[in-house]
């Protein structure tokens, strides 16, 4: 089983940054993908970040320039750094994580962006 533990949302002002990160524990492959995901009120759940355990990353197309994903292996931890939000950015964030065999969710952090 996988736990994953977010923390860093809040409230924000437009043009403002926060940084997400999630830890990850229990029994997973080394070899995975960690992310971020996000589901506004009223719409489907969409990509944000990912980052492979050997770093390779993909961002959804309105976070590219703005966010930058990371990761501490040695920590199970992975972060999300959100420059120049946006209120449109305003969302539940879900942490991720994906192996050949497991596909576990974090419980979401609320991140709220005012104009």
């Known amino acids: 089983q996988v736990q994953l533990v977010e923390s860093g949302g809040g409230l924000v002002q437009a043009g403002g940054s926060l940084r997400l990160s999630c830890a990850a524990s229990g029994t997973f492959f080394r070899g995975n993908t960690m992310g971020w995901y996000r589901q506004a009120p009223g719409k489907q759940r969409e990509l944000v970040a990912i980052i492979s355990s050997g770093g390779m990353t993909n961002y959804g197309d309105s976070v590219k320039g703005r966010f930058t994903i990371s990761r501490d292996n040695a920590k199970n931890t992975v972060y999300l750094q959100m420059n120049s939000l946006k209120p449109e950015d305003t969302a539940v964030y879900y942490c991720?994580?994906?192996?050949?065999?497991?596909?576990?969710w974090g419980q979401g952090t609320q991140v709220t962006v005012s104009s």
């Open positions: 991720n994580i994906r192996t050949v065999t497991q596909n576990s």
